[in-house]
């Protein structure tokens, strides 16, 4: 039986031809949550941006429950697997702004299971004026916990996350790890605590000759239990 959410054989080329990371496999079921980690620049945000179908890569597919991107068309397919940036880039208006407008484009199946993005800000300290303010007189922490809520009131099946609390002070920290791990997740951080906290698997890219590494790692309570595959340069990895 297929997993929930599949990536297979991912490889990205940088704009000059060489190799950014080749035949990397991610393999999640319902509620894993997989820490995405490694030095900056070694392709972590790339590899998200693969995932969601927002840039193109060289080879290797992704299915979701069983479906292609071809069988969903890419609107479709990145409205269910969602990258959600680290810094919001500069929106027009509020962030219910921004929730009414994706929400227009989510799919028939998905409308009638929309959550409210004010429930989740109000969960981790915001109110729900900070959802009627303009982004821009938000602050980094304000907007970073705004943009995650309009992502999971949208209700996705995957999230991708680039280092979702990044710009938070530690008590809203675990209070947005303490809900987003309740979610099938790939997660970028930085942060080996994070990742003990929130992981219940790791993929691990460092550099290689070749294009950049990926270990794998499926986390048993808390801790790192089988070291799955080494992919150096052309073998595949699998978790
Ligand atoms: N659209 C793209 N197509 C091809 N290569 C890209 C693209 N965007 C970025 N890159 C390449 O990917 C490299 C890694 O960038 P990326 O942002 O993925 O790293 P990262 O591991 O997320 O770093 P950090 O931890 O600093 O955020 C860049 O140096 C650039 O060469």
Known sequence: MSAFFEATNITKARPDGSILFRNVCISLERGDVLTLRGPSGV??????????????HESGISMLDGKKVSDMGVPVWRSKVMYVPQRPSAHAGTPLDLFNHAS????QSKKGKL????????EWGLSESHFHENWSSLSGGEMQRAALA????LNPDVLLLDEPTSALDPESTLLVEKT???YTCVWITHSPEQSERVST???TLGRGRK??????????NGHPDEEVA???GSNPVSA
């Not at 959550?115 to 109000?122: H, L, R, T, Y």
């Open 43 to 56: 392709g972590k945000t790339t590899l998200l941006k693969c995932l969601a179908e927002l840039i193109p």
């Open 104 to 107: 227009k484009y989510a799919s």
């Open 115 to 122: 959550g409210d993005p004010i429930d989740f800000g109000i």
């Open 150 to 153: 309009v992502a999971l009131a």
């Open 180 to 182: 987003l791990k309740l």
């Open 201 to 203: 698997k790791t993929l």
């Open 211 to 220: 294009g950049s590494s990926a270990v794998v790692e499926t986390v048993v």
């Open 230 to 232: 080494l992919n150096m």
